[in-house]
T-cell receptor
C-alpha cells in the first residue's frame, strides 16, 4: 500500500513564526503536491514538484515556499506565519505512469 | 484555477437510495478522477476515467464521462451511511499541462 505521511495532524503556531510541514511518501513517486483546503473553497494547489529539486508554483504560492531535496520528502515552509494561513494542509503524491493521487491525512494548522 | 466544479454542493438521501453527483470542467482533459474525503481526513482515490472512455464501474460506483459536454457524473448505488463524505472530481488537463485541479466538492449525507 502506498503511504503518504505528514509530520503532524494538528499544529498551533503564532503569527510571525517559521513553520515547516513535512510530507513523506514511500512509493518512489515522482510527483508531489501541497494543497490547502478551506470551507467553501475546496482544494487549492500551493506548490507541486515534478521530481527531486524541481518545483512549480500552483494557484496560491504567496507566503509559502517548498523544498524537495530527496524524492520521498516534500516540505512546505511558511516563512512568517499569518492568521490567514490557518487551514487544513494536504500533501499528495503520484507516479507519472499512474495518475491517481495518494493523499496524506492532512495537517490542521492554526495560526494565532 | 479550479477546473472541476461539482454539483450539487450538498446532497442528503436515505440509506438504500442512489446518489448522483456531477462534475463540469473547462478545458480538454487526459483523464478525470473522483475522490472521497471523510470528515477531517485526507482524500481517497475512487476511480479514474480516461478521455477515451465513456463509462466505468467499480463496485457500487458508476462514472460516466461526456467530453463533448465537458462533464462527468458519479453514481453511488444502494447508498450506505458509511458513504457519507465529501466527493471531489479532479482533472488532468491535456496539452502538456499536468497540474491536477480539484473542484469544491459535493457533500453527501446518507441517513440510516
Amino acid at each position: 500500500d502506498v503511504k503518504v505521511t505528514q509530520s503532524s495532524r494538528y499544529l498551533v503556531k503564532r503569527t510571525g513564526e517559521k513553520v515547516f510541514l513535512e510530507c513523506v511518501q514511500d512509493m518512489d513517486h515522482e510527483n508531489m503536491f501541497w494543497y490547502r483546503q478551506d470551507p467553501g473553497l475546496g482544494l487549492r494547489l500551493i506548490y507541486f514538484s515534478y521530481d527531486v529539486k524541481m518545483k512549480e508554483k500552483g494557484d496560491i504560492p504567496e507566503g509559502y515556499s517548498v523544498s524537495r531535496e530527496k524524492k520521498e520528502r516534500f516540505s512546505l515552509i511558511l516563512e512568517s506565519a499569518s492568521t490567514n494561513q490557518t487551514s487544513m494542509y494536504l500533501c499528495a503524491s503520484r507516479s507519472v505512469e499512474w495518475r491517481e493521487r495518494f493523499f496524506g491525512p492532512g495537517t490542521r494548522l492554526t495560526v494565532l | 484555477s479550479q477546473q472541476g466544479e461539482e454539483d450539487p454542493q450538498a446532497l442528503s438521501i436515505q440509506e438504500g437510495e442512489n446518489a448522483t453527483m456531477n462534475c463540469s470542467y473547462k478545458t480538454s482533459i487526459n483523464n478525470l478522477q473522483w475522490y472521497r474525503q471523510n470528515s477531517g481526513r485526507g482524500l481517497v482515490h475512487l476511480i479514474l476515467i480516461r478521455s477515451n472512455e465513456r463509462e466505468k464501474h467499480s463496485g457500487r460506483l458508476r462514472v460516466t464521462l461526456d467530453t463533448s459536454k465537458k462533464s462527468s457524473s458519479l453514481l453511488i448505488t444502494a447508498s450506505r451511511a458509511a458513504d457519507t463524505a465529501s466527493y471531489f472530481c479532479a482533472t488532468d488537463a491535456s496539452g502538456g499541462s499536468y497540474i491536477p485541479t480539484f473542484g469544491r466538492g459535493t457533500s453527501l449525507i446518507v441517513h440510516p
